[in-house]
Protein backbone atom coordinates (compact mmCIF):
# COMPACT_ATOMS: atom_id res chain seq x y z
CA UNK A 1 0.00 0.00 0.00
CA UNK A 2 2.87 2.00 0.41
CA UNK A 3 4.27 1.74 -3.11
CA UNK A 4 0.07 2.64 -4.27
CA UNK A 5 0.72 5.98 -2.28
CA UNK A 6 3.70 6.98 -3.11
CA UNK A 7 3.85 6.17 -7.31
CA UNK A 8 -0.10 7.11 -7.45
CA UNK A 9 -1.01 4.00 -9.25
CA UNK A 10 -4.07 2.74 -9.58
CA UNK A 11 -5.13 0.81 -6.66
CA UNK A 12 -8.13 1.26 -4.54
CA UNK A 13 -10.12 4.37 -5.40
CA UNK A 14 -10.81 5.65 -2.05
CA UNK A 15 -7.09 4.84 -1.00
CA UNK A 16 -6.34 6.98 -4.46
CA UNK A 17 -9.01 10.14 -3.32
CA UNK A 18 -7.45 12.78 -2.01
CA UNK A 19 -9.67 13.42 1.24
CA UNK A 20 -8.35 17.19 1.82
CA UNK A 21 -9.08 18.29 -1.54
CA UNK A 22 -12.46 16.86 -0.88
CA UNK A 23 -13.28 18.81 2.40
CA UNK A 24 -11.59 21.92 0.80
CA UNK A 25 -14.04 21.92 -2.18
CA UNK A 26 -16.75 21.58 0.31
CA UNK A 27 -15.74 24.57 2.04
CA UNK A 28 -15.51 26.34 -1.06
CA UNK A 29 -19.21 25.21 -2.07
CA UNK A 30 -20.27 26.06 1.74
CA UNK A 31 -18.34 29.73 1.56
CA UNK A 32 -19.91 30.03 -1.64
CA UNK A 33 -23.63 29.69 -0.67
CA UNK A 34 -22.61 31.81 2.58
CA UNK A 35 -21.79 34.28 0.23
CA UNK A 36 -24.76 34.15 -1.70
CA UNK A 37 -26.88 34.27 1.21
CA UNK A 38 -25.19 37.41 2.74
CA UNK A 39 -27.53 39.86 4.61
CA UNK A 40 -25.22 42.97 3.67
CA UNK A 41 -26.46 42.76 -0.26
CA UNK A 42 -30.24 43.08 0.94
CA UNK A 43 -30.36 47.27 1.25
CA UNK A 44 -32.65 48.42 4.22
CA UNK A 45 -36.32 49.02 3.28
CA UNK A 46 -36.49 52.77 4.56
CA UNK A 47 -33.74 53.96 2.74
CA UNK A 48 -35.62 54.99 -0.62
CA UNK A 49 -37.96 53.36 -3.02
CA UNK A 50 -35.14 52.21 -5.60
CA UNK A 51 -32.83 50.33 -2.67
CA UNK A 52 -36.59 49.16 -1.27
CA UNK A 53 -37.31 47.55 -4.55
CA UNK A 54 -34.00 46.13 -4.94
CA UNK A 55 -33.84 44.36 -1.31
CA UNK A 56 -37.44 42.94 -1.95
CA UNK A 57 -36.02 41.67 -4.95
CA UNK A 58 -33.17 39.92 -3.27
CA UNK A 59 -35.41 39.10 -0.33
CA UNK A 60 -37.30 36.80 -2.71
CA UNK A 61 -34.86 35.53 -4.35
CA UNK A 62 -33.05 34.43 -1.21
CA UNK A 63 -36.07 32.95 -0.01
CA UNK A 64 -36.85 30.98 -3.25
CA UNK A 65 -33.11 29.28 -2.78
CA UNK A 66 -33.66 28.48 0.99
CA UNK A 67 -36.99 26.84 -0.17
CA UNK A 68 -35.27 25.00 -3.16
CA UNK A 69 -32.10 24.39 -1.80
CA UNK A 70 -32.87 23.75 1.99
CA UNK A 71 -32.11 19.65 1.80
CA UNK A 72 -28.20 19.41 1.52
CA UNK A 73 -28.44 15.45 1.79
CA UNK A 74 -29.94 15.51 -1.95
CA UNK A 75 -26.81 17.70 -3.68
CA UNK A 76 -26.22 15.64 -6.66
CA UNK A 77 -21.87 14.84 -6.27
CA UNK A 78 -19.76 15.59 -9.75
CA UNK A 79 -16.17 16.32 -10.06
CA UNK A 80 -14.65 17.55 -13.16
CA UNK A 81 -11.36 16.03 -13.15
CA UNK A 82 -10.63 13.39 -15.61
CA UNK A 83 -9.42 10.02 -14.85
CA UNK A 84 -9.42 10.15 -11.24
CA UNK A 85 -12.80 12.11 -11.02
CA UNK A 86 -14.98 8.65 -10.53
CA UNK A 87 -12.36 8.46 -7.65
CA UNK A 88 -13.95 11.76 -6.12
CA UNK A 89 -17.29 10.82 -6.77
CA UNK A 90 -17.04 8.21 -4.69
CA UNK A 91 -15.22 9.52 -1.89
CA UNK A 92 -17.77 12.45 -1.89
CA UNK A 93 -20.82 10.17 -1.69
CA UNK A 94 -18.91 8.47 1.27
CA UNK A 95 -18.42 11.52 2.77
CA UNK A 96 -21.97 12.32 2.45
CA UNK A 97 -23.01 9.23 3.97
CA UNK A 98 -21.16 10.12 6.85
CA UNK A 99 -21.97 13.17 7.49
CA UNK A 100 -26.21 12.94 6.45
CA UNK A 101 -26.74 13.01 10.50
CA UNK A 102 -25.62 16.81 9.75
CA UNK A 103 -27.05 17.12 6.39
CA UNK A 104 -30.38 16.43 7.70
CA UNK A 105 -30.54 18.49 10.61
CA UNK A 106 -28.91 21.13 8.76
CA UNK A 107 -31.73 20.22 6.21
CA UNK A 108 -34.42 21.15 9.11
CA UNK A 109 -32.74 24.22 10.79
CA UNK A 110 -32.94 25.49 6.56
CA UNK A 111 -36.46 24.34 6.25
CA UNK A 112 -37.08 26.40 9.44
CA UNK A 113 -35.56 29.47 8.49
CA UNK A 114 -37.70 28.97 5.08
CA UNK A 115 -40.84 28.72 6.82
CA UNK A 116 -39.82 31.68 8.88
CA UNK A 117 -38.81 33.76 6.93
CA UNK A 118 -42.12 32.94 4.56
CA UNK A 119 -43.56 34.10 7.64
CA UNK A 120 -41.86 37.14 8.06
CA UNK A 121 -42.25 38.36 4.73
CA UNK A 122 -45.87 37.83 4.75
CA UNK A 123 -46.13 39.91 7.86
CA UNK A 124 -44.15 42.67 6.86
CA UNK A 125 -46.99 44.17 4.61
CA UNK A 126 -49.29 44.05 7.55
CA UNK A 127 -46.90 45.77 10.13
CA UNK A 128 -46.65 48.29 7.22
CA UNK A 129 -50.08 48.87 7.21
CA UNK A 130 -50.39 48.90 10.56
CA UNK A 131 -47.63 51.05 11.25
CA UNK A 132 -48.58 53.26 8.75
CA UNK A 133 -51.99 53.65 10.21
CA UNK A 134 -50.45 54.41 13.38
CA UNK A 135 -48.99 56.78 12.03
CA UNK A 136 -52.09 58.58 10.80
CA UNK A 137 -53.99 57.79 14.21
CA UNK A 138 -50.79 59.58 16.01
CA UNK A 139 -50.74 62.75 13.46
CA UNK A 140 -54.78 62.71 13.92
CA UNK A 141 -54.25 63.10 17.19
CA UNK A 142 -51.23 65.16 17.83
CA UNK A 143 -53.85 67.60 15.16
CA UNK A 144 -56.44 67.30 17.64
CA UNK A 145 -54.78 68.19 20.26
CA UNK A 146 -53.28 70.93 18.58
CA UNK A 147 -56.71 71.91 17.85
CA UNK A 148 -58.05 71.45 20.93
CA UNK A 149 -55.18 73.38 22.60
CA UNK A 150 -55.81 76.65 19.89
CA UNK A 151 -59.56 76.62 20.67
CA UNK A 152 -58.71 76.90 24.65
CA UNK A 153 -56.42 79.26 24.67
CA UNK A 154 -58.62 81.60 22.35
CA UNK A 155 -61.26 80.96 24.60
CA UNK A 156 -59.14 81.44 28.10
CA UNK A 157 -57.62 84.87 26.09
CA UNK A 158 -61.87 85.77 25.26
CA UNK A 159 -62.86 85.35 28.84
CA UNK A 160 -59.73 87.02 30.39
CA UNK A 161 -60.76 89.92 27.91
CA UNK A 162 -64.55 89.88 28.60
CA UNK A 163 -63.34 90.08 32.62
CA UNK A 164 -60.82 92.67 32.18
CA UNK A 165 -63.44 94.81 30.12
CA UNK A 166 -66.26 93.76 32.82
CA UNK A 167 -63.50 95.06 35.69
CA UNK A 168 -63.27 98.02 33.85
CA UNK A 169 -66.55 98.89 33.55
CA UNK A 170 -67.42 97.92 36.93
CA UNK A 171 -64.32 100.31 38.32
CA UNK A 172 -65.91 103.27 36.29
CA UNK A 173 -69.03 102.70 37.39
CA UNK A 174 -67.55 102.90 40.70
CA UNK A 175 -66.17 105.77 40.24
CA UNK A 176 -68.27 107.50 39.00
CA UNK A 177 -70.69 106.69 41.80
CA UNK A 178 -67.91 107.92 44.46
CA UNK A 179 -67.59 110.74 41.83
CA UNK A 180 -71.87 111.76 42.97
CA UNK A 181 -71.58 110.58 46.33
CA UNK A 182 -68.24 112.88 46.60
CA UNK A 183 -70.21 115.67 45.12
CA UNK A 184 -73.63 114.93 47.29
CA UNK A 185 -71.09 115.78 50.39
CA UNK A 186 -69.61 118.76 49.09
CA UNK A 187 -72.77 120.19 48.41
CA UNK A 188 -74.19 118.40 52.05
CA UNK A 189 -71.04 120.28 53.53
CA UNK A 190 -71.91 123.72 51.73
CA UNK A 191 -75.56 123.52 52.78
CA UNK A 192 -74.96 122.42 56.10
CA UNK A 193 -72.33 125.72 56.55
CA UNK A 194 -74.45 128.22 54.79
CA UNK A 195 -77.66 126.92 57.10
CA UNK A 196 -75.28 127.15 60.60
CA UNK A 197 -73.84 130.87 59.12
CA UNK A 198 -77.97 131.90 58.53
CA UNK A 199 -78.91 130.71 62.14
CA UNK A 200 -75.39 132.35 63.72
CA UNK A 201 -76.90 135.40 61.61
CA UNK A 202 -80.10 134.99 63.06
CA UNK A 203 -79.35 134.41 66.72
CA UNK A 204 -76.72 137.35 66.59
CA UNK A 205 -79.60 139.71 65.23
CA UNK A 206 -81.98 138.78 68.11
CA UNK A 207 -78.75 138.98 70.68
CA UNK A 208 -78.35 142.51 69.29
CA UNK A 209 -81.42 143.78 69.73
CA UNK A 210 -83.26 145.03 72.88
CA UNK A 211 -84.94 141.89 75.15
CA UNK A 212 -88.22 143.79 75.46
CA UNK A 213 -89.90 145.00 72.47
CA UNK A 214 -93.59 146.35 71.85
CA UNK A 215 -95.19 145.03 69.10
CA UNK A 216 -95.35 148.26 67.60
CA UNK A 217 -91.27 148.55 67.49
CA UNK A 218 -90.90 144.93 66.08
CA UNK A 219 -90.19 146.04 62.09
CA UNK A 220 -92.67 145.03 59.35
CA UNK A 221 -91.74 141.35 58.03
CA UNK A 222 -89.23 140.68 60.69
CA UNK A 223 -91.74 138.79 62.58
CA UNK A 224 -91.59 135.83 60.24
CA UNK A 225 -88.36 136.08 58.83
CA UNK A 226 -86.99 135.59 62.30
CA UNK A 227 -88.64 132.05 62.41
CA UNK A 228 -86.90 130.95 59.23
CA UNK A 229 -84.24 129.50 60.73
CA UNK A 230 -86.08 128.15 63.42
CA UNK A 231 -87.63 126.12 61.05
CA UNK A 232 -85.11 125.22 58.62
CA UNK A 233 -83.56 123.53 61.91
CA UNK A 234 -86.99 122.02 62.83
CA UNK A 235 -86.80 120.48 59.13
CA UNK A 236 -83.24 118.65 60.06
CA UNK A 237 -84.34 117.52 63.24
CA UNK A 238 -88.41 116.01 62.97
CA UNK A 239 -88.28 115.39 59.24
CA UNK A 240 -84.76 113.15 58.82
CA UNK A 241 -81.95 113.06 56.50
CA UNK A 242 -81.87 114.11 53.04
CA UNK A 243 -81.36 110.13 51.47
CA UNK A 244 -84.40 109.00 53.90
CA UNK A 245 -86.74 110.84 52.34
CA UNK A 246 -85.57 110.60 48.64
CA UNK A 247 -86.58 106.84 49.56
CA UNK A 248 -89.57 107.24 50.33
CA UNK A 249 -90.29 109.94 47.35
CA UNK A 250 -89.50 106.67 45.37
CA UNK A 251 -92.93 105.41 45.16
CA UNK A 252 -94.32 108.09 43.64
CA UNK A 253 -91.99 107.60 40.14
CA UNK A 254 -94.44 105.06 39.18
CA UNK A 255 -97.32 107.49 39.14
CA UNK A 256 -95.19 109.87 37.02
CA UNK A 257 -94.27 107.17 34.58
CA UNK A 258 -98.22 106.18 34.30
CA UNK A 259 -98.66 109.68 33.48
CA UNK A 260 -96.14 109.34 30.68
CA UNK A 261 -95.30 112.70 31.94
CA UNK A 262 -93.17 114.90 29.78
CA UNK A 263 -91.44 118.22 31.47
CA UNK A 264 -89.52 119.21 28.09
CA UNK A 265 -91.77 121.91 28.11
CA UNK A 266 -94.31 121.97 30.85
CA UNK A 267 -92.58 121.38 34.24
CA UNK A 268 -93.26 119.26 37.51
CA UNK A 269 -94.34 122.12 40.07
CA UNK A 270 -93.51 121.31 43.88
CA UNK A 271 -95.16 123.33 46.43
CA UNK A 272 -93.68 123.99 49.99
CA UNK A 273 -90.79 122.13 48.37
CA UNK A 274 -88.58 122.85 52.09
CA UNK A 275 -85.27 120.98 51.24
CA UNK A 276 -85.62 119.53 47.78
CA UNK A 277 -85.52 116.10 48.29
CA UNK A 278 -88.04 115.49 45.85
CA UNK A 279 -86.64 118.30 42.83
CA UNK A 280 -83.20 116.74 43.73
CA UNK A 281 -84.99 112.97 43.01
CA UNK A 282 -86.45 114.38 40.02
CA UNK A 283 -83.76 115.99 38.71
CA UNK A 284 -81.33 112.50 38.86
CA UNK A 285 -84.13 111.03 36.84
CA UNK A 286 -84.23 113.24 34.31
CA UNK A 287 -87.73 115.26 34.63
CA UNK A 288 -87.84 119.09 34.84
CA UNK A 289 -89.37 120.47 38.09
CA UNK A 290 -89.32 123.78 40.01
CA UNK A 291 -90.10 124.24 43.59
CA UNK A 292 -91.61 126.85 45.90
CA UNK A 293 -91.15 127.87 49.39
CA UNK A 294 -91.12 131.04 51.08
CA UNK A 295 -88.45 130.01 53.78
CA UNK A 296 -85.30 132.02 52.54
CA UNK A 297 -82.71 129.23 54.54
CA UNK A 298 -84.05 126.61 52.99
CA UNK A 299 -84.35 127.97 49.31
CA UNK A 300 -80.48 128.64 50.06
CA UNK A 301 -80.32 125.62 50.77
CA UNK A 302 -81.62 124.08 47.47
CA UNK A 303 -79.83 126.42 45.44
CA UNK A 304 -76.39 124.84 47.29
CA UNK A 305 -77.88 121.76 45.26
CA UNK A 306 -78.10 123.19 42.05
CA UNK A 307 -82.30 123.20 42.60
CA UNK A 308 -84.41 125.09 40.52
CA UNK A 309 -86.44 127.28 43.00
CA UNK A 310 -88.75 130.04 43.51
CA UNK A 311 -89.16 132.04 46.65
CA UNK A 312 -92.75 132.93 47.50
CA UNK A 313 -95.93 132.35 48.61
CA UNK A 314 -97.38 128.84 46.92
CA UNK A 315 -100.55 130.25 46.22
CA UNK A 316 -99.28 133.72 44.78
CA UNK A 317 -97.10 131.41 42.37
CA UNK A 318 -99.79 129.64 41.12
CA UNK A 319 -101.88 132.11 40.25
CA UNK A 320 -99.14 133.55 37.81
CA UNK A 321 -99.19 130.47 36.02
CA UNK A 322 -100.97 129.78 32.69
CA UNK A 323 -103.65 127.51 32.34
CA UNK A 324 -102.58 124.19 31.60
CA UNK A 325 -98.80 124.74 31.52
CA UNK A 326 -98.51 122.50 34.26
CA UNK A 327 -97.05 118.50 33.60
CA UNK A 328 -98.05 117.61 37.75
CA UNK A 329 -98.42 119.18 41.29
CA UNK A 330 -97.32 118.20 44.03
CA UNK A 331 -97.30 118.50 48.07
CA UNK A 332 -95.61 116.94 50.30
CA UNK A 333 -96.89 117.95 54.12
CA UNK A 334 -97.96 121.50 52.65
CA UNK A 335 -102.23 120.93 52.73
CA UNK A 336 -101.94 120.57 56.98
CA UNK A 337 -100.41 123.83 56.95
CA UNK A 338 -103.15 125.98 55.05
CA UNK A 339 -106.40 127.65 55.92
CA UNK A 340 -109.13 126.38 55.03
CA UNK A 341 -110.05 129.10 52.33
CA UNK A 342 -106.34 128.54 50.88
CA UNK A 343 -106.83 125.47 50.32
CA UNK A 344 -109.78 125.30 48.37
CA UNK A 345 -108.15 128.18 46.22
CA UNK A 346 -105.03 125.95 46.05
CA UNK A 347 -106.88 122.79 44.51
CA UNK A 348 -108.25 125.48 41.94
CA UNK A 349 -105.54 126.69 40.57
CA UNK A 350 -104.02 123.37 40.65
CA UNK A 351 -106.75 121.93 38.72
CA UNK A 352 -106.19 125.18 36.17
CA UNK A 353 -102.87 124.73 35.60
CA UNK A 354 -102.64 121.29 34.86
CA UNK A 355 -102.01 119.99 31.64
CA UNK A 356 -104.90 117.57 30.33
CA UNK A 357 -103.88 113.78 31.91
CA UNK A 358 -101.89 115.82 33.85
CA UNK A 359 -101.39 114.45 38.14
CA UNK A 360 -101.69 116.38 41.24
CA UNK A 361 -100.00 114.33 44.42
CA UNK A 362 -100.69 115.67 48.23
CA UNK A 363 -99.05 113.84 50.90
CA UNK A 364 -100.25 114.72 54.51
CA UNK A 365 -100.50 112.78 58.01
CA UNK A 366 -103.16 110.44 58.54
CA UNK A 367 -105.21 111.36 61.30
CA UNK A 368 -106.81 108.13 60.98
CA UNK A 369 -103.95 107.21 63.39
CA UNK A 370 -104.58 108.20 66.75
CA UNK A 371 -100.80 108.57 67.63
CA UNK A 372 -100.52 111.00 64.68
CA UNK A 373 -103.72 113.23 65.34
CA UNK A 374 -103.34 113.27 68.84
CA UNK A 375 -99.38 113.70 69.38
CA UNK A 376 -97.12 113.73 66.19
CA UNK A 377 -99.04 115.95 64.61
CA UNK A 378 -98.96 118.67 66.76
CA UNK A 379 -95.40 119.46 66.88
CA UNK A 380 -95.24 121.74 64.21
CA UNK A 381 -96.59 124.62 65.59
CA UNK A 382 -97.61 125.67 61.91
CA UNK A 383 -99.65 122.96 61.38
CA UNK A 384 -103.72 124.39 61.23
CA UNK A 385 -105.48 121.11 61.71
CA UNK A 386 -105.31 117.33 60.76
CA UNK A 387 -106.76 116.46 56.89
CA UNK A 388 -108.96 113.70 57.45
CA UNK A 389 -108.86 111.41 53.91
CA UNK A 390 -112.10 111.81 52.85
CA UNK A 391 -112.44 115.84 53.42
CA UNK A 392 -109.44 116.04 51.27
CA UNK A 393 -111.18 113.30 48.78
CA UNK A 394 -114.13 115.57 48.73
CA UNK A 395 -112.62 118.73 48.14
CA UNK A 396 -110.21 116.82 44.88
CA UNK A 397 -113.55 116.10 43.57
CA UNK A 398 -115.44 118.55 43.41
CA UNK A 399 -112.77 121.17 42.53
CA UNK A 400 -112.65 118.84 39.46
CA UNK A 401 -109.69 116.09 39.73
CA UNK A 402 -110.65 112.31 39.12
CA UNK A 403 -109.61 108.75 38.95
CA UNK A 404 -108.71 109.56 42.64
CA UNK A 405 -106.56 107.17 44.38
CA UNK A 406 -105.45 106.95 48.04
CA UNK A 407 -102.25 105.61 49.15
CA UNK A 408 -101.42 104.76 52.72
CA UNK A 409 -97.84 105.58 53.46
CA UNK A 410 -95.42 104.58 56.65
CA UNK A 411 -96.84 102.64 59.08
CA UNK A 412 -95.15 102.19 62.66
CA UNK A 413 -92.41 98.96 62.65
CA UNK A 414 -93.77 96.17 63.34
CA UNK A 415 -91.58 96.33 66.84
CA UNK A 416 -94.31 98.83 68.06
CA UNK A 417 -97.40 96.70 67.38
CA UNK A 418 -98.79 94.34 70.24
CA UNK A 419 -99.15 90.29 69.41
CA UNK A 420 -102.18 89.70 67.70
CA UNK A 421 -102.62 85.94 68.14
CA UNK A 422 -105.63 85.95 66.75
CA UNK A 423 -107.37 88.42 68.38
CA UNK A 424 -109.83 90.82 66.68
CA UNK A 425 -109.22 93.73 69.06
CA UNK A 426 -105.40 93.65 68.91
CA UNK A 427 -105.71 93.74 65.42
CA UNK A 428 -108.06 96.89 65.47
CA UNK A 429 -105.46 98.13 68.18
CA UNK A 430 -102.42 97.54 66.32
CA UNK A 431 -104.61 99.45 63.08
CA UNK A 432 -105.40 102.34 65.05
CA UNK A 433 -102.23 102.97 67.14
CA UNK A 434 -99.32 101.63 65.03
CA UNK A 435 -100.92 101.84 61.21
CA UNK A 436 -100.38 104.08 58.51
CA UNK A 437 -98.80 107.48 59.69
CA UNK A 438 -99.39 109.45 56.41
CA UNK A 439 -101.86 109.14 53.57
CA UNK A 440 -101.28 110.86 49.84
CA UNK A 441 -104.20 111.52 47.36
CA UNK A 442 -103.12 110.90 44.37
CA UNK A 443 -105.67 112.48 41.70
CA UNK A 444 -106.04 113.14 37.46
CA UNK A 445 -106.94 115.90 35.24
CA UNK A 446 -109.07 114.66 32.47
Known amino acids: MAQ ?17 EIMRQVRDQASKQRRKFALSAAASPRRNSHMNNQASSQAAGDLGFLQSAQDLSQVRMSSHRKGVGNFIVLAKKVLQQLLTPIFERQSAYNAANARLMAYLCEQVPRLEGLVAQMEERVASALEARRAEETAFLDALRETVAGQLETLAQQQEVALQALQIEVAAQSRDRRAQERHLTLLLDEMRKQLSEPVFQTPAQIPAGREMGRSDGFFAAFDERF ?9 RLR ?5 LKEAQVSTADNPIIDLGCGRGEWLELLQEVGLRARGVDRNPVLIEECRQYELDVVEGDILTYLCSLPTGSVAAVTGFHIVEHLPFDVLLKMFDETVRVLQP ?16 STHEFYIDPTHYHPMPSQLLRFIAEVKGLSRITLLHL ?10 ETGLEVAKRFNE ?14 V
Open 251 to 255: IYLAT
Open 239 to 247: RGNRTDIKV
Open 4 to 20: AREGGGTGDPLTEADVA
Open 410 to 419: HPFPETHKVQ
Open 357 to 372: GGVAIFETPNPQNILV
Open 432 to 445: LFYGPRDYALIGWK
